[in-house]
């Protein structure tokens, strides 16, 4: 749908603006005569669309069925319970692997004998949310297109919530095998609440808000992440103590289960599935043609689309390397800095918190530029520069610099997903956003599960492991940045 957001066609040529009536900023609507806009209707009849209406009516051409387009003040409720359901769920991803030493003394009575299995055994913890998505996302982006957002969110929201109440069940050294099912029933959710954010922005939002309102809806799950990260280390503190860490452990998980229960219950009295009426013409036109869309054909025309798959690949080598940082932080940290467990988690809180201001200006920047080429090339590539400076400072074991440079791969590598979204459904219009988005999330999740196998495999062989490790993801970044040049070069030519 954002094509139609553009001012320029591929051609050069100018397209028709609307003045949007709410921020007094230009909306792209396809050609029309003068005749075929009329006077915006009365106010009086705001009451027949529903309460909350903040703009005036946009009247559209008659060949819109005779829809009109609004902007309803509850969009930001809806999104910021969103993002609120994907904030617990980020949460419970890595709330366990960053004290992953902690959580390997308590369950070492059910854990394989071998350290290098036990490892293993830990990061599938997080490994189950990318692999559990890998082939729900198919069935539950068709259910996203039949069915709408409130059932995707209502069932998200309750699987997020169940997961965290069969974690505090588990609360026992021999449980080790429930608080896998556990996290596996996490890991469901969050195929229900991943690939959202597109979608839910372009079906609320006007056009010059959708890469806003897309990089809040990334901003939910990055937050749950950076609390992941941040207050697992400080909840959990105990070294040695089996029963302070059972004790430490039963607080954090509660907790959790609680504020997902009580998401759950907002979830299911607020959360609506559509504006009484769309909230641009595009709107209008994917809603009357999406009755005649196939799914699977819909995949078709994805795959077929030689730019949209050279994107996947790049998108998934970028985001995979992000969560196998992510999955192997703890190790990672305590490699190089021997018992500073505090400091793992708020490196991995500076990756998330710079990521968060990377996403949101990007998504910024791309609503008042539409730049999406050269945003995409600059940002990747100061991803793999990123990578390489934090491998480095690692070495020299600098805690500052390792702070600084984590600082800066955060801003790049998480200031990258809004981009990737957009841009895959700028190349992908008419198809369905979920479509595309949910891709490009199980490209990220097969990267992350291979990239993360493999760094822990390398660890276990070599003797400077992680270093090799680190440079591995570097040189794999960069492969990225080539592919990602490919691709900006495929796009100009079609």
């Known amino acids: 749908m954002h094509v139609q957001t553009l001012e320029m066609d591929e051609k050069g040529a100018s397209k028709p603006e609307l003045e949007d009536a709410e921020t007094g900023g230009r909306l792209m609507a396809p ?61 419970q991803w890595i709330h366990l692997n960053i004290i992953g030493d902690k959580v390997v003394l308590y369950y070492n009575a059910s854990l394989p004998k071998s350290v290098y299995l036990q490892q293993v055994a830990l990061d599938w913890l997080s490994m189950v949310y990318m692999l559990a998505y890998i082939p729900l996302i198919f069935p539950l982006t068709w259910l996203l297109d039949k069915k709408g957002l409130r059932l995707v969110i209502i069932a998200g929201s309750l699987l997020n919530a169940l997961g965290a109440w069969l974690k505090c069940a588990a609360l026992h050294p021999d449980r080790f095998a429930l608080v896998v099912f556990a996290q596996t029933t996490c890991a469901i959710a969050q195929v229900f609440i991943l690939g959202i954010p597109a979608h839910l922005a372009a079906v609320w939002f006007g056009p010059n808000e959708v890469s806003t309102a897309t990089a809040f809806g990334v901003f939910g799950n990055q937050i749950g992440c950076a609390l992941g990260f941040l207050l697992p280390p400080e909840i959990v503190t105990s070294a040695q103590d089996v029963e302070a860490i059972e004790r430490e452990l039963k607080v954090m998980l509660y907790g959790g289960a609680v504020i997902t229960s009580v998401l759950f219950v907002l979830v299911l009295i607020f959360f609506q599935n559509r504006p009484p009426s769309p909230p641009s013409q595009a709107q209008i036109l994917a809603a009357s043609g999406s009755s005649d869309e196939a799914y699977c054909s819909s995949l078709r025309n994805l795959f077929a689309n030689a730019s949209f798959v050279l994107l996947l690949v790049t998108y998934g080598i970028n985001t995979g390397s992000y969560y196998a940082i992510g999955t192997l932080l703890n190790s990672l940290v305590l490699y190089y800095f021997p018992h500073d467990h505090v400091n793992a988690g708020r490196i991995g809180l500076t990756l998330v918190v710079a990521g968060v201001a990377g996403s949101i200006l990007s998504g910024i920047w791309l609503d008042r530029t539409k730049c999406y080429k050269l945003t995409t090339i600059v940002i990747y590539a100061m991803s793999c520069v990123g990578m390489l400076c934090f491998t480095l400072t690692l070495c020299l074991s600098k805690i500052w610099a390792v702070f600084l440079c984590s600082g800066i791969l955060g801003f790049f590598m998480t200031g990258y997903l809004p981009v990737g979204f957009e841009f895959a459904a700028e190349l ?65 030519e079609s």
């Open 31 to 91: 050609e029309t005569n003068a005749e075929d806009v009329v006077s915006p209707v009365s106010t009086e009849n705001a009451n027949h669309y529903g309460d909350g209406l903040d703009t005036h009516h946009l009247p559209l051409n008659q060949n819109s069925s005779n829809l009109e387009v609004h902007l309803y003040r509850k969009r930001w409720l809806i999104v910021l319970l969103f993002a609120a359901c994907s904030t617990s769920n980020a949460y």
């Open 428 to 492: 992908t219009y008419p198809e369905p956003e979920g479509t595309s988005s949910g891709l490009l999330n199980a490209s990220a999740q097969i990267f992350g599960i291979i990239l993360t196998l493999g760094i822990r495999a390398v660890t276990e062989k070599l003797q400077n492991g992680m270093l090799a490790g680190n440079l591995a993801i570097t040189a794999v970044l960069l492969l990225g940045v080539v592919g990602t040049s490919r691709f900006l070069k495929l796009c100009a």
